[in-house]
């Protein structure tokens, strides 16, 4: 099959959260079982040319590739693209972002037909290319070109919609009668990942616990009712990671490398942190990292309200990443005032974010609702015990530890309250206190894998049905 896949960043071009990761990394998966494919991004500012041999093709494309044969197409425009951030910058998102994507979705389906690169599945994924479902299904219908042309669309997070003023739904190129209802119609605004879901062929997103959770009133995000009337052609595909890039026997960024059978390395990297941190060097204190954008979704209020249970126990804690200027104050505040306990890192640092999973005991994820996450399976593959909430894509791969019969790979709460999660807490660090228990736990980690060669199996499957035009 020939696949092309469009997304609003792709690694190791544009990143601004897992989305990016999915789009760099599953296509290289399924190229090596053999399918065609292709992918298409903005050409934004950061890209460097040089570094990634990206070469012009016309004054509105350029091209590079990736993997074996990959090829990698950058839709180009000076004012929509030429600017720093991908969504917005520090004032907040960008106002022309309706313009800035119907562009993109519009260019990505015409250098198709440029380049004469005829695929079997468009792949699309957020908000950001929700149009293109919709000009394959009405403006491009009649061009045989993309008659036969199905769609897939992938929704990574649905709190991330796309909304803008029905005022702006004429710059969709789209007739006037799909703003309704059955459509982009949202409360009387224009809801692009709405129309995505209505008309595409099938929609994944990123664990099979999550595309449960998105069909519920709770965590549906007003869009439940759409998903439960496709419901027979939504389904969940885990995430998997990079094992190449997240592997502690080669990591380049890490202080010292270890594996499952050498495991001394893994505290050489503790101490590391531990003196960069400046904390005590307390062999027995678990050290417990995060790493992750500083929001809501992550759990932080969670976290703020309990740090005062948290900060009588003997640990240490690591926060590592950016966000929202609230929870930077809450987290600059706690380890301000629990300076032997609680450290801060309020930047995006590739390195620091290794050494995290690297030389952490556990690792912290009380997400309130979490689609897939990597981290939890990234700090698995070094040794590092997660401690999540039961949700979304962190039910789906982690477990409880019992001691009793050595089952689990975590520590999960099931009730989202500070009670459940200080319990949670007290049981890790009873755990790590115990270290015939614990190095059991380190050992059974490394035995869990996430690989996108299973993942891009199940979309291979799934690509083959819709082909079939079974549902």
Not at 299 to 325: P, S, T, W
Request: net charge neutral.
């Amino acid at each position: 099959m020939k696949i092309a896949f469009c997304s609003s960043e792709v690694i190791p071009f544009a990143k601004t959260g897992g989305m990016a990761d999915v789009c760099g990394t599953l296509p290289l998966a399924l190229e090596q079982l053999g399918q065609q494919i292709i992918i298409i991004l903005p050409f934004y500012r950061g890209i460097d040319s040089k570094k990634y041999g990206i070469k012009k093709i016309n004054e509105h494309c350029s091209t590079t590739k990736i993997g074996k044969s990959v090829q990698v197409y950058f839709i180009d425009h000076p004012v929509y693209f030429e600017r720093d951030g991908l969504y917005g910058d520090n004032k907040g998102d960008f106002s022309d972002n309706l313009e800035r994507f119907q562009y993109f979705c519009w260019q990505a389906l015409k250098i198709l037909k440029q380049v004469d690169s005829k695929v079997d599945i468009v792949h699309c994924h957020d908000w950001q290319t929700a149009l293109i479902p919709a000009y394959l299904t009405f403006p491009l219908k009649g061009d045989g070109f993309y008659q036969e042309m199905k769609t897939v669309f992938t929704v990574h997070n649905l709190a991330y919609q796309g909304i803008f003023p029905k005022t702006e739904f004429p710059k969709l190129k789209l007739d006037r009668k799909l703003f309704e209802r059955e459509g982009f119609e949202f409360y009387d605004q224009i809801n692009l990942l709405k129309g995505g879901i209505i008309y595409s062929d099938r929609v994944t997103t990123v664990s099979k616990q999550y595309a449960r959770e998105i069909q519920t009133q709770k965590l549906g995000c007003s869009l439940d009712g759409v998903l439960r009337s496709r419901k027979d052609l939504v389904v969940g595909i885990l995430n998997g990671i990079d094992y190449e890039v997240w592997d502690p026997q080669n990591d380049p960024w890490i202080e010292k490398n270890f594996s499952w059978e050498d495991i001394e390395g893994k505290y050489t990297n503790k101490n590391y942190l531990q003196e960069y941190f400046k904390f005590p060097n307390q062999k027995e204190a678990p050290l417990f990292g995060f790493v992750g954008r500083l929001s809501y979704q992550k759990g932080l209020d969670l976290v703020c309200e309990a740090i005062d249970e948290i900060g009588r126990m003997d640990l240490q804690l690591v926060f590592l990443g950016v966000g929202e200027k609230k929870y930077h104050k809450l987290i600059k505040d706690m380890a301000s005032r629990y300076s032997q306990k609680i450290a801060v890192h309020l930047k995006y640092d590739e390195r620091m974010a290794h050494m995290v999973y690297a030389g952490s005991d556990l690792f912290l994820m009380p997400s309130v609702y979490e689609p897939c996450g990597l981290s939890q399976m990234i700090s698995l593959r070094y040794g590092t015990i997660p401690l999540v909430f039961k949700t979304g894509g962190l039910a789906d791969t982690i477990t409880s530890f019992d001691s009793a019969d050595g089952q689990g790979n975590g520590f999960v709460f099931t009730k989202y309250d500070k009670e459940s999660f200080v319990d949670a807490v007290k049981a890790a660090v009873k755990a790590y206190k115990d270290k015939k228990i614990f190095s059991k736990l380190v050992q059974r980690a490394f035995q869990f894998r996430f690989s996108w060669k299973d993942s891009a199996k199940q979309y291979i499957a799934l690509y083959e049905q819709c082909l079939s035009n079974h549902n």
